[in-house]
């Protein structure tokens, strides 16, 4: 079975509008892996506009199942990741003023610094995946970085997906095909959603991980938390 992880920026995002710890970034990541999640993702960003330093801290020693931080991997950011030692780190090419991610990684092009960022975390044990475009020819040279996994940019999907949804995963599949040719774990996200989320994981074989936050907290203002969670693992059931 996929594991659904969570992406929790948007509730700290819903904290910092007020201040103060309400609703708790703590208690939520807590309460969702009390209904259900198998992992807690974070993305905190140089300007904390939304998960902040302290958080990363805080959820560390909390966080019972898979915690996977996002982001761009300056030298800040790998310092904290090699500190805190998360289970899974995921490399995101995002700009500092980006308001979200936006494009996975040129493989190619970045090949030298990816293979030199990535063998630090492989040092500390740490599984490290790199967001990829829907790009078969790129599979090769993320292979050659020395990731682990890497995790699929789904935002052409989902946007594709209601006028042809055939067409929408097509490149997905193509990809995924020969990510799993080369030994490649496979995990996915970004837009994702209640409704789209069954058809790509029922046709992206060895799927792995799909991290879904900004969709999964929105649903849940209209079913709840609890009840949002159950849904999403019913998508990705596989019977």
């Known amino acids: 079975m996929t594991k659904l992880s969570v992406n929790i920026n948007k509730i700290a995002t819903l904290r910092n509008a007020r201040g103060g710890d309400v609703p708790s970034v703590t208690g939520v990541a807590l309460d969702l892996e009390r209904f259900g999640a198998q992992g807690i993702t974070i993305h905190p960003r140089p300007d904390e506009r939304h998960i902040t330093r302290k958080d990363v801290y805080d959820l560390k020693p909390l966080v019972k199942t898979e915690f996977n931080i996002e982001g761009n991997p300056h030298r800040p950011f790998i310092d904290m990741v090699l500190e805190v030692k998360p289970e899974q780190v995921t490399l995101v090419p995002d700009a500092d003023n980006a308001i979200t991610s936006n494009a996975g990684w040129d493989c190619e092009k970045n ?56 067409l929408a995963i097509e490149s997905y599949f193509k990809t995924a095909v020969v990510a799993s040719e080369f030994g490649l774990g496979i995990n996915a996200g970004h837009d994702l959603s209640l409704e789209n989320l069954k058809y790509f994981s029922d046709n992206i074989p060895n799927l792995l991980e799909v991290s879904i936050g900004h969709a999964l907290i929105s649903e849940a203002l209209y079913l709840g938390l609890e009840n949002t969670v159950q849904a999403y693992l019913k998508r990705l059931a596989k019977w």
């Open 111 to 166: 090949l030298d610094f990816l293979k030199s960022v990535i063998a630090e975390f492989k040092n500390a044990g740490i599984r490290t995946s790199i967001f990829l475009d829907p790009n078969p020819e790129m599979v090769k040279f993320a292979a050659e970085t020395g990731t682990e996994r890497i995790e699929l940019y789904t935002e052409a999907y989902a946007t594709n997906y209601p006028k042809d949804k055939e």
